[in-house]
Nanobody
């Protein structure tokens, strides 16, 4: 089992920045990829970004490319999502997830991000 706890959400004005954190505990050696997803009210879950735990490969959704940066701190078992130039359409609950064998199996409880215009 892997436990994930997100933090760092909040209310920010358009154009502002936030950094989300996701702390992992438990059998963290089993995960190969960490990802961020988001879900806006009335919308489906949307992929945002992911990084491999070793090697550091990253991928971004087109909607956040150039504005969001995913990073990890292996020593702290933590993955971050630095969000800049935030837009009202970035408003959502953001979830951290851990993949085992490339399948997302573990999810955090989510953190709310609200961007005001």
């Amino acid at each position: 089992q892997v436990q994930l706890v997100e933090s760092g959400g909040g209310l920010v004005q358009a154009g502002g920045s936030l950094r989300l954190s996701c702390a992992a505990s438990g059998r963290t050696s089993s995960r190969d990829t960490m990802g961020w997803f988001r879900q806006a009210p009335g919308s489906e879950l949307e992929f945002v970004s992911a990084t491999t735990w070793t090697g550091g490969s990253t991928i971004y959704a087109d909607s956040v490319k150039g504005r969001f940066t995913i990073s990890r701190d292996n020593a702290k078992n933590t993955v971050y999502l630095q969000m800049t130039s935030l837009k009202p359409e970035d408003t959502a609950v953001y979830y951290c997830a851990a993949a085992v064998d490339l399948s997302y199996k573990y999810w955090g409880q989510g953190t709310q991000v609200t961007v005001s215009s």
